[in-house]
Structures are given as C-alpha cells and as structure tokens.
C-alpha cells in the first residue's frame, strides 16, 4: 500500500509537492516509485530530477517498462538513465543499440559504455564496432575493454596504438602497460616504441613508462632510454622513474654512466632516492664527487641518505661535502655526519 503523501505528488500547490517529495524520500519505501513516474514530463527540472532520483534510488527487475519508457523520453539526461538501466528492459541488445546512435552524444556514451560493460553480443565485434565511430570518447572506451574479450586480440589494440585520437592511443598504451603480457608482441612493442619516439606530453610519458622495464632485455629500447635521460620534462622524468624502478635499472648498458655525465638531475635524484642496493653505491658516489655536478643535486641526494644506512665510501666524500662554501650543503652533510657518528659510537 502507497503512503498517502504519492497523492500529494501532483498537488496543485507546488510547496505541498515538494513536502510530499521530501517525505517520500525519508520514508525509503520502494511502492512510492510508482507516484514518481508521472513528474519525469513535469515542466519543473526539479520534479524532473526527482523523479530520475527516485528511478536510481527504488527501479529493480519488475519495473523494465519504465526503462522503455525513459528511452524515449524528450529529455536526453532521462535517456542516458534508460541506457545506464537497460539491463532491466527484455530486450538490452535492441534498446542499447538504440541509443547507441541517439542524437545527443551524452546519451551515446551511456550507451556504449553500457553497452560495452556487459552484453550478449560478441565483445570483440563490439569493441571493433566502437573503434570505428566517429566520437574518440567512445573509442577510449572500446580500448579500455579489449580486457573483457576472451582471446587475445591485437588486431583491435593496434586500432587503438594507431587511433588519430592522442587520447585514444593514450588509453591503448595504459591498457599495455596494466596488461604487459600484450607488449610482449613485436608488433605491439613496436608501435608502443614508435609512440615514445614521438612528441612530449603525456602521450609520449605513458608510452616511455610501459617500455622502460624492457630495457634489460631489449637493446633497441635501451638506446632509447639513453637518449632520453637528459630530457627534462616532468612528465617524461616520471615516466621514466616508474618504468625504470621496476627492474635493477643500474644494469641497463650505459646508464649508469649517462646519470654521471648527462642525465637530468630530477631523474638522477629520483632514481637514487631510497635506492639501497650495493650496485649504486659507485653511482652516488661518482655523482657527489663530481665538480660539476650541481650543489643543489648533491643536497638532495645527501638529504635523501638521512636515516638509511651509509656506505663507507659514501660517508667519507660526505665529510668533503660538510666543508662546503654551500651553506645548505654543508649544513645537510653535517647533519648526516652527525648522524652516521651516532650510530657507530
């Protein structure tokens, strides 16, 4: 049974409406749904919007005409809400495909991405399907569900790595690089590297980072990586770090020498940072020992060293540090000093 404030709904006096629909939403009780369906052609937004409330907050299984119902409703905001809730309606396929080609694109991209979430169709014919509309926001999405398909397939990821949608091969490259069992495939790989060839931005970032822990094992991109060290785009420093921290980078052939010589100093302090292994000693040491190298670098890598353990080789070029004319440097190297003796005595 109804509650009697349903009635009230479609009061003439619009405060005794609004009561009612506050009322309603505090009782929480599913039956009242059935009052609200009749606000979704209200002239006032408001009632509009609440009646779509009240669609998201009570609509289950029994209720799929309603969805039908919303599809063809005037207001685009009600028929992005059918496309959300097809999964209601008997016939998911037919209504989706429907509004797939709606005249309002929000309603096309609640369309797709439902579409695309879960569906009876072939996924696969599905997300190449997408890949082939006009709208890069609907291909983005495509790409990012070539997860769902069943068997690997390369061909719709190489429509994505080759999209004319920056945006989009964004996505195909952060789709590689969460699913590397993908770039294992030359041609996949291949694109991916012609990608961090390219122009900076993010693009070019995302591209670097999915690469960078293949550097051990492929030649080709360790020269790439070489190349890169010097850059000093943030973006690409980043990419560069995350990529590079998760392998012993300090293996790669040449880089170690290129963060001596011609490295950006954001990249050295950041791959140095933490670093604990025996292999990188040299590395800092070289770096903190060299005349050129910026007191700015050395302060930063000193700083980092604070309450991790210190090699021997290390702590004596620090003591050279502590005489500094760099007040900030000397000062740093002091305190890290001070604390290596605190620890031994």
């Known amino acids: 049974m109804v509650h009697p404030a349903v009635s009230r709904?479609?009061?003439?006096?619009?405060?005794?409406?609004?009561?009612?629909?506050?009322?309603?939403?505090?009782?929480?009780?599913?039956?009242?749904?059935?009052?609200?369906?009749?606000?979704?052609?209200?002239?006032?937004?408001?009632?509009?919007?609440?009646?779509?409330?009240?669609?998201?907050?009570?609509?289950?299984?029994?209720?799929?005409?309603?969805?039908?119902?919303?599809?063809?409703?005037e207001y685009s905001e009600q028929r992005v809400l059918a496309a959300k809730y097809a999964h209601f309606w008997n016939d998911e396929v037919t209504l989706l495909a429907q509004l797939s080609n709606d005249r309002d694109r929000s309603v096309r991209l609640a369309a797709w991405n439902s579409r695309l979430a879960a569906s009876d169709e072939d996924i696969a014919v599905l997300i190449e399907m997408a890949m082939k509309n006009d709208d890069d926001e609907i291909r983005r999405v495509a790409i990012g569900k070539i997860g769902m398909v069943p068997e690997m397939n390369l061909g719709l990821l190489k429509m994505g790595l080759t999209d004319p949608s920056p945006r989009v091969v964004e996505t195909a490259v952060k789709f590689v690089s969460r699913h590397p069992e993908f770039g294992e495939h030359s041609e996949i790989a291949d694109l991916i590297i012609g990608i961090a060839r390219g122009i900076g931005g993010p693009l070019r970032g995302a591209a670097v980072q999915v690469i960078a822990p293949n550097s051990l094992e492929n030649s080709v991109i360790a020269e790439l990586i070489l190349e890169l060290v010097g850059e000093e785009s943030v973006i690409l420093v980043s990419s560069l770090c995350s990529g590079l921290r998760e392998i012993e980078w300090w293996m790669v052939e040449g880089l170690a020498d290129r963060l001596v010589s011609t490295a950006s100093d954001s990249l050295v302090a950041r791959l140095l940072r933490g670093e604990r292994s025996q292999k990188v000693v040299p590395i800092r040491d070289a770096i903190l020992s060299d005349q050129n190298k910026s007191v700015v670098l050395k302060s930063r890598i000193v700083e980092d060293m604070i309450g991790r353990p210190v090699d021997d080789s290390t702590a004596i070029i620090v003591s050279f540090l502590a005489e500094s004319e760099n007040e900030s440097l000397s000062a740093i190297s002091k305190i890290l000093l001070a604390e290596i003796e605190s620890a031994t005595s």
């Not at 409406?17 to 059935?34: G, K, T």
């Not at 606000?39 to 299984?61: H, T």
């Open 9 to 73: 709904l479609m009061h003439k006096d619009d405060r005794q409406r609004r009561r009612a629909v506050r009322r309603l939403f505090d009782l929480d009780d599913p039956e009242s749904l059935v009052g609200f369906v009749p606000l979704l052609g209200d002239d006032d937004p408001w009632f509009r919007g609440k009646a779509m409330e009240a669609i998201r907050k009570w609509l289950d299984e029994s209720q799929g005409g309603l969805v039908k119902r919303l599809a063809y409703s």
